[in-house]
């Protein structure tokens, strides 16, 4: 299934992000969890109000889990997560599962 976690970031925590932004990057490349697309999104260019990861998981729990142990989490960077699934419909990216 594909799922999505789209975060938003808390603006009180831009030193919290600094602080940890290297651990949070690292932690993303070295999960197993399989990670399709991620970055940043915005409100504005050159704005971002949180991040965006599209991820290829079995069940919910494993982005959960993921979710859970990411820097960025535990140290309240983000204000709020939501863990979502997604069903593609269209995509011009080869290699994504389209339902």
Partial sequence: MIALRL???DPSQ???RALYFDAHRQYLRSTPLR???????????GQP??????????NLQELYDFSKADPFV???VYGEVKI???SLSLSALAGLPIA
Avoid at 49 to 58: D, H, M, N, S, Y
């Fill in 7 to 9: 975060a938003f970031s």
């Fill in 14 to 16: 831009a030193s919290a």
């Fill in 35 to 45: 990670i399709l697309l991620s970055g940043p999104v915005a409100s504005e260019p």
């Fill in 49 to 58: 109000i949180g991040a965006l990861i599209v991820a290829e998981v079995e």
């Fill in 74 to 76: 535990r140290h309240a």
């Fill in 84 to 86: 979502l699934t997604w």
